[in-house]
């Protein structure tokens, strides 16, 4: 017996403490791992640098919703990093991810379609600031020796 499988209808996605409902989002994680190499053959890896960032597209009416954030702090630019978490529960099981401390930028405040028949939508990017970085159903992704003393 199968049962449903997740998908985007299932997710709720939080900015900070506002439910905000989206066309598309993702949260990528680059990962600077590289393998050593020994007269060119691979021996262990060297870790390098982590990057994450997160994509929200979201229709006018909810773009509004992060707009009275960007009101509250007198700016865009002004807005505090926030967390963003992707919430879903079907009965094939559960994912969770946490993005901390998300700077977010605009990225495409304006798609529209001159011949109309699709609604305008704005693209919000956010880089990941904090070490408490990113969580997979409550797993952090970085190790606690990577974030040890910072």
């Given at each position: 017996m199968s049962g449903k499988a997740l998908g985007g209808k299932d997710f709720d996605v939080f900015v900070g403490d506002t439910?905000?409902?989206?066309?598309?989002a993702s949260v990528k994680i680059t990962d600077g791992r590289k393998p050593k190499k020994v007269r060119g053959i691979t021996k262990g890896?060297?870790?390098?640098?982590?990057?994450?960032?997160?994509?929200l597209k979201l229709d006018h009416e909810n773009f509004?919703?992060?707009q009275e954030q960007a009101?509250?702090?007198g700016s865009w630019k002004g807005i505090e990093p926030f967390d963003i978490s992707f919430t879903a529960e079907v009965s094939a099981g559960a994912k969770n991810i946490e993005a901390f401390g998300v700077l977010p930028s605009l990225d495409d405040i304006l798609n529209i379609k001159a011949e109309g028949g699709e609604e305008d939508t704005t693209t919000i990017k956010g880089i990941v600031t904090s070490t408490d970085f990113v969580k997979i159903n409550g797993v952090p992704y970085l190790t606690a020796e990577e974030t040890r003393d910072l």
């Open positions: 439910m905000v409902h989206v066309i598309e890896y060297i870790d390098g640098p982590v990057d994450a960032e997160v994509t509004l919703l992060l009101k509250a702090a």
